[in-house]
């Protein structure tokens, strides 16, 4: 989620309200969200392709 706080955008977790960065721009926070949202879907993917790694 993006909130704007004191002139600046500040990127936050909607459930812990973590901060994951203060933006000048709205652009800024919304390229950072989507970072934020590439990572914490493609976290389980990554996990699954190691394991078949080290099984040999």
Known sequence: MIRKQGGKYVVLSEK???KFGTYDTKAEAEKRLRQV???KH???AGKAR???GTAA
């Open 37 to 39: 949202e590439f990572f």
């Open 16 to 18: 812990t309200g973590r």
């Open 42 to 44: 493609a976290k389980g």
């Open 50 to 52: 190691r394991r078949r």
